[in-house]
């Protein structure tokens, strides 16, 4: 149980490093609903093992070796997902909270061989990519729907987030990845998108389910 809370607090360091490379305590409070003393002493604790750099009125950094470590942990949770999806035919939206459970598993054999079975995939069902067994990992340089402007076409890549809200209201709209999406208008009040894709015609999605939601334009 303590290397689990270990793990997902050197989880959490890498997901906030991407977003900011300066990390502070209450970041990482919020991102794990844990209390800042409860944060410092874990941080203490990772910081004697090499995974952060941590000094005084100054920002957390997480170093090479916290870098490689979350990627293994990455690697596991989204393999882990991409299998219940695959294999065992769950939902995208039903996937996530399994894997916490599973990524924890210690032995690589079993995520090795997980790995093989699926083909070796190079993302999860929700378009992240999957670390390979050294820790490397492609990020695609995908742009926001957002982003787009009238008259674009574009693929579903990846998304942003698997809240299993946002997750549900996609499939409540029959978008997947690689959906082929046009966009028909944009609305200059709140900045929401009409859309086609499909047979769905007229589809206003508002700005914040096109801030989640990554693509390739065409």
């Known amino acids: 149980m303590a290397s689990d809370i270990r793990e997902n607090y050197i989880k959490a360091l890498f997901y906030l490093h991407q977003k900011n490379e300066d990390i502070s ?3 990482l409070g919020t991102e794990l609903q844990v209390s800042k003393p409860s944060a410092n002493d874990m941080i203490k604790k990772l910081q004697h093992e090499g995974i952060v750099i941590s000094k005084k009125y100054k920002p957390i950094r997480i170093t090479e070796k916290g870098k490689q470590r979350a990627a293994e942990i990455i690697r596991k949770h989204r393999l882990s997902e991409m299998f219940l999806m695959q294999i065992m035919k769950f939902g995208w939206e039903e996937v996530h909270e399994i894997a916490e459970e599973l990524e924890h598993i210690k032995t690589d054999q079993f995520f090795d061989r997980m790995d093989e079975l699926m083909g070796f995939p190079k993302t999860d069902p929700h378009g992240s990519p999957i670390p390979d067994k050294n820790g490397n990992f492609n990020r695609p340089n995908y742009k926001r729907l957002s982003q787009m402007s009238v008259g674009a076409t574009v ?6 987030e698997s809240a299993t809200d946002f997750l549900l209201f996609l499939n409540n709209k029959n978008i997947q990845l690689n959906t082929e999406i046009t966009v028909t208008h944009i609305e200059n009040f709140d900045h929401s998108f009409t859309v086609s ?3 769905k015609k007229d589809v206003v999605l508002g700005k914040a389910i096109c801030d989640r ?3 390739d334009e065409i």
Not at 155 to 160: F, M, P, S, T, Y
């Open 25 to 27: 305590l209450s970041d």
């Open 213 to 215: 939601i990554l693509v």
């Open 197 to 199: 894709y499909g047979e």
């Open 155 to 160: 693929i579903v890549k990846a998304l942003r």
